[in-house]
């Protein structure tokens, strides 16, 4: 590849040899990676083959249904919708999936002498070729016949489709590009593990829309959004052919304009993303930087925790949270969770302000297998602890760093949720409940950790090791059942406070006591899981090691 071109002649050879596209050779390289990837094992054929299947199938029923949609008032409307979210797809999933097409990693090719305008036409020629491009085609055809009329329309979608195609891949292909460092990169591998919880979360806004068209009467309520995505690329180039169909030449052309700059654009970029990319020095080489750096996370947020012990852990503790990708998925998913099932069922007014005590419960569960978090590299810790008061130190100084984050985050749901319910008579007994609940998780957490480690498996997507399925189900979900139990008496004064004649006037006293309440089970059940961690160190050692 290194003789198809050079700097002063992209495209040319040096030698006077027969010139080799540039393209050409590109499109070959990228199916030669194809067949070669398949020939590897009878698996990967299979899952391709499978794959391969199941999204033509799709793709041929999403054709149908637009070809079917034709004629409809709302057709417009839907395939201008459909081309955006199609579009916003092709943007992220190179931010989650950057190891799922090595032509996405533009350093592999900074060796060779190539400029980037003739490379960026290579690898966008060489982008068409898959399985993504196919099903976009699909989908974009299918627009184009249900909202085409007359001949104008045809011949304006023979221009609409490629250029819809052409922007989808050139934004795929910018963004990549743009953060190819970050996504080879640790963080890269970070937006990987966090992949899952953006596709359930997707899963559930695609429900809620689902479920608002319903009750809004049907498609007519997604018409002012098809009017603003109707001018921005590539829904444009639909949006034109729609245009054209109803007579309006000049809105056609203005949005056809769009679509063709927002290439031009987007292919400047990615241009000089590269540019960039294979002239400028990458992190390994900017090692002077590190101490500053360091220097510079020392002296930020991390001078406000406590001096000593206690001050350590939570550092410790809180780099984990940003840097283990296992840890952080955990806490994301916790986050998410924790806020859209009081937040979503107040929007389909269905809720109730004591759902946002589901933030305090997601958050507490993180204090469940507090050792096995830190895989093998426990035996530091274990190292430093030599009595139940250097145990204590260490619980504690993990439980307040839970707290740091979980009690503004619980608070802010309650606030939220309790704004969108227009309830705040009870908001004080709703983070009343909320504070006595993480309490109990605390507590129930810390001796739970003591008595049920187990191991995290930091390789791939498994959370237990083999073997010790039994214990992670005791150590949360009877952890769980523990804290239930502990917080009865809150609920149990809750209840009594609602339903007692003339007790509404005192349910402000929930927020008190059951911060009061938290504090002191917090605070007992960290007394009681230290001596035994201290007595229990070697085998602890020994469970979160196994994976």
């Known amino acids: 590849m290194s003789t198809t071109a050079s700097p002063e002649s992209p495209g040319s050879p040096a ?35 499978t794959s391969t299947v199941l999204v033509l199938l799709v793709a041929a029923l999403q054709l149908i249904g637009l070809i079917a949609l034709r004629g409809d008032a709302h057709a417009a409307t839907v395939t201008v919708v459909l081309t955006a979210v199609l579009a916003l797809g092709w943007a992220v999933m190179p931010l989650f999936f950057p190891s799922g097409d090595e032509t996405l990693d533009p350093t592999r090719l900074v060796m060779l002498p190539l400029r980037p305008r003739p490379l960026v036409r290579a690898l966008l020629a060489a982008s068409l070729v898959g399985i993504g491009p196919l099903f976009t085609l699909c989908l974009l055809v299918g627009s ?12 304006t979608a023979v221009v609409a489709v490629p250029l819809a195609l052409l922007v989808c891949v050139a934004l795929a292909r910018a963004v990549a590009a743009a953060n190819i460092r ?26 809620f829309g689902a479920q608002r068209l319903g009750s809004a009467g049907g498609l007519s309520a997604l018409d002012p959004a098809g009017e603003v995505l109707a001018w921005v690329p590539p829904a444009s180039a639909i949006g034109a052919v729609d245009a054209v169909s109803e007579g309006s030449y000049g809105v056609a052309a203005a949005r056809l304009l769009l679509g063709g700059a927002a290439l031009a654009g987007l ?3 990615w241009s000089w993303s590269l540019t960039r990319l294979m002239t400028s020095p990458d992190g390994s080489t900017l090692q002077a930087a590190e101490p500053a750096a360091r220097e510079r996370g020392t002296n930020g947020l991390l001078r406000l925790l406590p001096t000593g012990r206690t001050g350590t852990v939570m ?54 297998n507090q050792f096995g978090q830190d895989t093998s590299a426990f035996w530091m810790v274990a190292m430093t602890i030599s009595s139940s008061r250097d145990a204590y130190a260490e619980l504690r100084g993990r439980a307040l760093a839970l707290l740091v984050i979980t009690l503004p985050y619980a608070t802010l749901v309650t606030v939220l949720t309790t704004a969108m319910l227009g309830d705040w008579p009870r908001l004080p007994e709703v983070l009343g409940l909320s504070f006595a609940l993480l309490g109990s998780m605390l507590a129930t957490g810390a001796w739970s950790s003591a008595r049920f480690p187990y191991s995290i498996p930091q390789e ?55 911060a009061g309440y938290g504090t002191l089970i ?21 469970a979160v090691s196994k994976g």
């Open 15 to 49: 030698g006077g040899a027969p010139a080799v596209p540039v393209t050409a050779v590109f499109v070959r390289l990228k199916l030669s990676l194809l067949r070669n990837g398949l020939r590897q094992s009878a698996g990967r054929r299979a899952a391709y083959v």
């Open 144 to 155: 184009v016949i249900a909202v085409a009329h007359g001949p104008a329309a045809w011949v």
């Open 182 to 207: 970050l996504l080879t990169s640790r963080r890269g591998r970070d937006l990987a593990v966090l992949s899952g919880l953006v596709v359930a979360v997707g899963a559930q806004l695609v429900n």
């Open 267 to 269: 292919l400047a970029f």
């Open 315 to 368: 550092e410790r503790s809180l780099r984990y949270v940003w840097r283990d990708p296992k840890t952080k998925a955990a806490w994301v998913t916790s986050l998410a969770i924790g806020l859209i099932v009081p937040v979503f069922n107040a929007l389909q007014g269905t809720g109730s302000v004591y759902f946002a005590c589901f933030a305090a419960g997601m958050l507490g569960i993180l204090m469940y």
């Open 460 to 514: 791939g997507y498994k959370n237990v090791a083999p073997g010790q399925a039994g214990l992670a189900w005791i150590s949360i979900f009877g952890g769980m059942v523990a804290a239930a139990l502990l917080c009865a008496p809150v609920i149990a004064l809750t209840i009594w406070l609602n339903v007692a004649a003339d007790a509404d006037a005192w349910t402000w006293l929930l927020l008190p006591v059951g």
């Open 522 to 542: 917090t605070l007992l059940g960290l007394r009681l899981a230290a001596p035994r961690i201290a007595r229990r160190l070697p085998e602890i050692l020994t």
